[in-house]
């Protein structure tokens, strides 16, 4: 490693722990969630969201997430002394988020005018009227995952056929005509997500990173590569920085298209990066 003064303008990190981020892909098994948020079909795991906060904040900066579901991104961003703001469009999620986040601020003994974690139940498509009446300050960073599409009403999948035998379990977000889950034309799905992305442009600190975790999707025999494509359609208004490479090894392999065609289990997500320049 270089023998100079490690200046860092970007975060906290010691120059040890900010060259562990730089490797393209990275394993994370989520450890078991919390009984309450258990009912969200697809949480990403605080541990993991973390990591990323403290890589592309400093201690004290705004995080914002426009889909928060059960609240990850702002726990994380508690535990990790970042101030956050996020929007969920189903009240019951956004419920349990404001739990969650009160628990944790008891564990952590931490103030809401120590840190900020506050959660708006409202539309992502209206964010610029949300940003402006919560006082949300410029954000320094996004992380994000959101729907993939209408893939949870996809029949059929493991997942989904436990789920529906638990009535504690919800198969899907919500029933909402608001929810970019229920859009069942793939390209009005991504021109709606894309305009949610691009209209957050005015409200990020100049050189601010996103990250959107994502996968490619499968359906009915066909992929629609959502991670390429908004890759592809943001880079109108962000910079791409490429992607990490999230990596799950502890789900069961099943045997699709066996002996007879190749059908992957897609074990892994896309934490696309892009830069506010
Ligand atoms: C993949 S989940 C996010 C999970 C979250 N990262 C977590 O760890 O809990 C996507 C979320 O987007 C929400 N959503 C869908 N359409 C929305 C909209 N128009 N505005 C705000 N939230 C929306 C869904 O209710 C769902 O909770």
Request: proline share 6%; charged share 25%; glycine share 4%.
């Given at each position: 490693m270089s023998k100079r003064p490690f200046k860092n303008r970007l975060n906290d990190l010691d120059p040890k722990s900010w060259l562990k981020f730089q490797k393209s892909w990275f394993l994370h098994n989520p450890p078991p969630r919390r009984k309450?948020?258990?009912?969200?079909?697809?949480?990403?795991?605080?541990?993991?969201?973390?990591?990323?906060?403290?890589?592309?904040?400093?201690?004290?900066?705004?995080?914002?997430?426009?889909?928060?579901?059960?609240?990850?991104?702002?726990?994380?961003?508690?535990?990790?002394?970042?101030?956050?703001?996020?929007?969920?469009?189903?009240?019951?999620?956004?419920?349990?988020?404001?739990?969650?986040?009160?628990?944790?601020?008891?564990?952590?003994?931490?103030?809401?005018?120590?840190?900020?974690?506050?959660?708006?139940?409202?539309?992502?498509?209206?964010?610029?009227?949300?940003?402006?009446?919560?006082?949300?300050?410029?954000?320094?960073?996004?992380?994000?995952?959101?729907?993939?599409?209408?893939?949870?009403?996809?029949?059929?999948?493991?997942?989904?056929?436990?789920?529906?035998?638990?009535?504690?379990?919800?198969?899907?977000?919500?029933?909402?005509?608001?929810?970019?889950?229920?859009?069942?034309?793939?390209?009005d799905f991504l021109e709606q997500l894309?305009?949610?992305?691009?209209s957050l442009k005015p409200y990020f600190v100049p050189r601010a990173y996103l990250t959107i975790i994502v996968k490619n999707i499968k359906k009915g025999g066909k992929i629609y590569p959502l991670a390429w494509d908004l890759a592809k359609q943001l880079s109108r208004s962000y910079t791409l920085k490429d992607e990490r490479i999230w990596v799950q090894d502890n789900q069961r392999l099943m045997p699709y298209g066996f002996g007879n065609a190749w059908v992957s289990n897609t074990f892994h997500h896309y934490c696309l990066q892009f830069r506010n320049e």
């Amino acid at each position: 490693m270089s023998k100079r003064p490690f200046k860092n303008r970007l975060n906290d990190l010691d120059p040890k722990s900010w060259l562990k981020f730089q490797k393209s892909w990275f394993l994370h098994n989520p450890p078991p969630r919390r009984k309450d948020v258990l009912r969200h079909p697809a949480k990403f795991p605080e541990t993991l969201v973390q990591e990323f906060i403290e890589f592309f904040t400093k201690r004290g900066q705004v995080v914002f997430d426009p889909m928060i579901g059960t609240g990850s991104t702002l726990v994380a961003a508690l535990r990790a002394g970042r101030n956050s703001y996020g929007i969920e469009l189903n009240p019951d999620y956004a419920d349990i988020a404001r739990q969650v986040i009160s628990d944790e601020r008891a564990a952590l003994q931490i103030s809401q005018e120590q840190c900020t974690a506050t959660v708006i139940t409202g539309d992502a498509a209206n964010i610029a009227n949300l940003i402006r009446t919560n006082n949300i300050p410029s954000i320094d960073y996004m992380i994000t995952s959101p729907p993939y599409w209408n893939m949870l009403h996809a029949r059929g999948a493991q997942t989904q056929k436990s789920r529906s035998e638990d009535p504690g379990m919800d198969q899907f977000y919500s029933e909402d005509a608001k929810d970019l889950g229920n859009i069942e034309i793939y390209e009005d799905f991504l021109e709606q997500l894309v305009e949610i992305y691009i209209s957050l442009k005015p409200y990020f600190v100049p050189r601010a990173y996103l990250t959107i975790i994502v996968k490619n999707i499968k359906k009915g025999g066909k992929i629609y590569p959502l991670a390429w494509d908004l890759a592809k359609q943001l880079s109108r208004s962000y910079t791409l920085k490429d992607e990490r490479i999230w990596v799950q090894d502890n789900q069961r392999l099943m045997p699709y298209g066996f002996g007879n065609a190749w059908v992957s289990n897609t074990f892994h997500h896309y934490c696309l990066q892009f830069r506010n320049e």
